[in-house]
């Protein structure tokens, strides 16, 4: 099996752009889709990038994603930040035995 | 409105056994693939289990496997998670999500606390 691998903590600004990584340690990134969830304290995960890049309904277009076979990685950008933004952020794959891989999670501070 | 609300958490000593419930509604429950993922207090997301539309396929994480199962009843709107034989370590908040891959939505969750 693989392991996705996300930065522990990231934190910036308000109207700022923030990026979270999350790496694929071994199998290609492109192989499955990777999703991102988001969590706020206290609250249930939503998401918010799903098959790589799309967005669901409801989620402004200030998220964003990507995956980059070159660092096999892929990556959720937060544009515009605001305060509502802060919570934790975890990627999700799923290998060929249709077993999800999440990451572990990154806390995004808006300061 | 698309709804998931899972019920049946609460507090077991270890060794102990519990049945977790998801109610769905707002969509055809019988035409998705549907999971069970929890998160260990102050802990990430840790995937339990997933089951097909038809029941047909189903899926354990290695660290539940022979001690959980997954069901669901297509007429009832129901998912299911017979948890048997719990530790400690099982303690978590436990969610439903839609699949197959991706999960849309989740629900609220249920706690359950495995202590003597």
């Known amino acids: 099996n693989f392991m996705l691998t996300q930065p522990h903590s990231v934190s910036e600004s308000p109207g700022k752009t923030v990026t979270i990584s999350c790496t694929r340690s071994?199998?290609?990134?492109?192989?499955?889709?990777v999703q991102w969830y988001q969590q706020r304290p206290g609250s249930a995960p939503t998401t918010v990038i799903y098959?790589?890049?799309?967005?669901p309904s409801g989620v402004p277009d200030r998220f964003s994603g990507s995956i980059d076979s070159s660092s096999n990685s892929a990556s959720l950008t937060i544009s515009g930040l605001k305060t509502e933004d802060e919570a934790d952020y975890y990627c999700?794959?799923?290998?060929?035995?249709?077993?999800?891989?999440f990451g572990g999670g990154t806390k995004l501070t808006v300061l | 409105e698309v709804q998931l609300v899972e019920s049946g958490g609460g507090l077991v000593k270890p060794g102990g056994s519990l049945r977790l419930s998801c109610a769905a509604s707002?969509?055809?429950?019988?035409?998705?693939?549907m999971n069970w993922v929890r998160q260990a207090p102050g802990k990430g997301l840790e995937w339990v289990s997933s089951i097909s539309s038809s029941s047909s396929y189903i899926y354990y994480a290695d660290s539940v496997k022979g001690r959980f199962t997954i069901s669901r009843d297509n007429a009832k709107n129901s998912l299911y998670l017979q948890m048997n034989s719990l530790r400690a370590e099982d303690t978590a908040v436990y969610y439903c999500?839609?699949?197959?891959?991706?999960?849309?939505?989740w629900g609220q969750g249920t706690l359950v606390t495995v202590s003597s």
């Open positions: 999500a839609r699949g197959p891959h991706y999960y849309l939505p």
């Open positions: 098959e790589d890049n799309q967005r």
């Open positions: 071994s199998g290609s990134i492109a192989s499955n889709y």
């Open positions: 707002g969509f055809t429950f019988s035409s998705y693939s």
């Open positions: 999700q794959s799923y290998d060929s035995s249709n077993q999800a891989v």
